[in-house]
């Protein structure tokens, strides 16, 4: 039960999304500071490198000094290949090794084929270029690199840069500077470790204060499944207590009790009328006559006979209202109803019925459109074949949402006429289907609508009775189809 409760979903949910950004914010700080780290170190082996190469120059200018004052040719002043320069490059090595600008700076120099030349500190393991980057760099590109290098037997891994020196549009000789990375490696290692323990720390330090706010939170939610419990059908007044707190929590509760008030409501008024249809109708309508009349008689203030006047008024009216439907109905059922039959035209008939109707449907802008075609006659009561359309019609209008649309369309089959009537409402559900027509019989009860469900029986009382039958395709959440088939007159 804990395991499907909400408070541990809610805290599930909560620990899996801080753990998931968490978990990013750390690889992105460990993956921002690693390259951060590594460009600063990469800034100094290219500072150094720019420096390693302009002081090597200088010694060559000297050099060239020297040469040129020996009377010796202008061929052998080129870097490249040049015996001299590679003498100058070991001079340079040897007394600028110990340069505090390049502690922990190794320094090497590689010919353009790239044999090693001199390298300021024995390092054997790097001195060759991998053949892949030397055609690289001899394109004249500096190339970074991280390599491992095994150093009197312990592995340690070096940040280089081989950077080209071009003479004469050639690369003349190659400068390639080396930092080992066991500091960097020290510091990434230490932010891991870190991120990998204050993450789970982290993640189980805020479950545990969710697990207190959830629980704190959700109390009051305790409190109304608890007052919940004790609500029946037998005590539907009863309310749930309202927090004092102005959040979702209270508009549940008042929704909740907004709820109860209306299944009050229908519980009374369902128990009411099969009271009242348990016994004979006409002793409740006496009673309620009764009462009026007992109620004029007393002292009482003019609204207080007002309200009292209006309430059982409406009352009887709507009594009075079931009554002649159930008559109406019984009358059906005798076959002693009458009828006058006569050609009735569809079109005439149905756009009156949509005159009358379409103020109801302005109300939720629903849009009526009815498609017939001229001379559409059948044999039928006017009067009664109206009210068929009509109850159709309502009820299409009753269960489309506000916005929708009802349409009314006429076709002939047969020597019969089918007068569909189609809505974009709520539908009804396959197992309302089989009782649809039944009396007193509510599709969906849950809705508020008002009536007893007497329409729909009346409906098919009236298209039986003039011979015809009405059918219903429906699609729950898509609309519903009422079908009224007729027998169609030949207009001569």
């Not at 907004?258 to 002793?283: G, V």
């Not at 939720?364 to 059948?378: A, Y």
């Not at 007497?454 to 039958?469: D, N, P, Q, R």
Request: with cysteine.
């Amino acid at each position: 039960m804990v395991f499907r409760s909400i408070r541990f979903k809610i805290i599930l949910l909560y620990m899996l999304i801080l753990t998931i950004t968490l978990l990013v914010f750390s690889v992105i700080l460990y993956q921002r500071l690693s390259k951060e780290v590594y460009d600063e170190r990469d800034h100094l082996l290219q500072s150094r490198a720019e420096g390693v190469i302009n002081s090597i120059e200088a010694y060559w200018e000297a050099e060239q000094q020297s040469i040129l004052s020996r009377g010796l040719g202008i061929d052998i002043l080129s870097k490249i290949d040049n015996i001299n320069f590679n003498k100058v490059a070991q001079r340079w090595v040897e007394e600028r090794s110990n340069d505090p600008e390049l502690l922990n700076i190794m320094v090497q120099i590689f010919d353009t084929r790239g044999t090693h030349i001199i390298s300021s500190r024995n390092i054997p393991a790097i001195a060759m270029i991998p053949r892949q980057r030397l055609v690289l760099v001899l394109e004249g590109n500096p190339h970074f690199d991280t390599i491992a290098v095994n150093v009197t037997g312990r592995q340690m891994s070096f940040r280089t840069l081989a950077m080209p020196v071009i003479e004469n549009h050639r690369v003349a000789y190659i400068v390639q500077v080396a930092s080992p990375t066991a500091g960097i490696d020290t510091t990434l290692n230490k932010l891991k470790l870190t991120l990998f323990v204050l993450l789970p720390i982290t993640v189980i330090f805020t479950g545990f204060i969710g697990v207190i706010l959830a629980r704190t939170s959700l109390r009051p939610v305790d409190k109304l499944i608890s007052a919940t419990r004790h609500i029946t059908a037998e005590n539907l007044k009863s309310r749930l207590p309202l927090p004092e707190s102005k959040d979702e929590i209270r508009r549940l509760a008042e929704t909740f009790n907004e709820l109860l008030k209306r299944l009050d409501q229908s519980f009374t008024l369902q128990r009411q009328f099969f009271e009242d249809f348990a016994h004979e109708l006409k002793t409740p309508l006496a009673v309620l006559r009764g009462e009026i009349e007992v109620a004029l008689k007393s002292e009482r203030t003019t609204e207080e006979y007002e309200r009292i006047l209006s309430s059982n008024l409406e009352e009887v009216s709507t009594i009075s209202s079931i009554v002649e439907d159930l008559l109406l109905l019984a009358r059906f059922d005798s076959r002693v109803i009458d009828m006058v039959f006569e050609p009735v035209n569809l079109e005439i008939l149905l756009g009156e019925v949509i005159d009358d109707i379409k103020i109801l449907a302005s109300e939720k802008n629903i849009s009526l459109s009815l498609k017939v075609g001229n001379d559409m006659m059948v044999q039928a009561d006017r009067k009664y074949l109206r009210r068929l359309f009509l109850i159709l019609l309502d009820n299409a209008i009753k269960f489309t949402g506000r916005g929708g649309a009802v349409s009314i369309s006429v076709n002939v089959h047969a020597c019969r006429v089918a007068v569909s009537v189609q809505d974009t409402g709520i539908g009804i559900s396959v197992d309302d289907m089989p009782r649809l027509f039944e009396r007193f019989y509510c599709a969906d009860k849950s809705r508020s609508h008002k009536g007893f469900g007497l329409g729909l029986s009346i409906a098919k009382s009236i298209a039986e009775a003039h011979g015809g039958i009405i059918e219903v395709e429906s699609v729950p959440g898509h609309g519903s189809t009422f079908t009224v088939t007729l027998p169609f007159v030949t207009v001569l």
